[in-house]
C-alpha cells in the first residue's frame, strides 16, 4: 500500500467555465491555466504520481507542450491512471477538498466523485469529494481563487509491474514549466 498528497491552487479570472472534478460549474468565473485549469483533477493526479513516486504533474504534463493547451485535466487523469497501473499499482480511494469561498458547490460534489471515479475505474463510494469556506480569510477569502487538496491510496496491482513504458521511465519530475501553473495575466 502506498499514499500520496495533492494539492493545488489557480486563480480566478473572467471569461473562463469553472471546471473541477471535470464538472462545468455555472459562474461568471473560472480557472485560469495552460489546461483547463481544473485545480480539483490536478490536486488528484499529483497524489496519484506522489503515491507512486512518478514525479509531478508539470513533469509529465509540461505548460509548454502545445498538446495541453486548454486541454480537459480528465484527459491527463487518464494518461496518469495508465502511468500509475503501467507501474504496477491500482487506486483503492481517493479523498479530496475543495477550498473555496464561492461559489456554493455542494449540488455539484456528487457529479464531480461519479466523473472521476468513472475515469478511474471506481465505484463512486471510493472518491470523496467535499468543499469548504476559507471563511473570508486571505487569497482565498477574497475569492482570488480556488484550491484543492488529494489524497489517494494505492495498493500493487495483481501481477505487479507488467511493463514500464518510456513515458514512465524518462518521465522528468523536474521543477520548470507545468501544466497546471496559471498562465500569463489576461
Ligand atoms: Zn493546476
Known sequence: MRVGIGYDIHPLTDGRPLVLGGVVVPYPRGLRGHSDADVLTHALIDAMLGAAALGTIGGHFPDGDPRFAGVSSLVLLDETRRLVEDAGYRVVNVDTVIIAQEPRLQAHLGPMAR?????????????????????????????????AQAVVLLEDRPGGISRRPAAVRGARATPG????????PR
Not at 470523496?128 to 480569510?137: D, F, I, N, R, W
Not at 514549466?177 to 500569463?184: D, E, I, L, Q
Open 115 to 147: 466523473t472521476l471515479a468513472g475515469r478511474l475505474g471506481l465505484d463512486a463510494g471510493c472518491v470523496g469529494v467535499k468543499a469548504t469556506s476559507p471563511e473570508g480569510l486571505g487569497a482565498l477569502g477574497r475569492v482570488e481563487g480556488i484550491a
Open 177 to 184: 514549466t507545468r501544466a497546471h501553473r496559471p498562465g500569463p
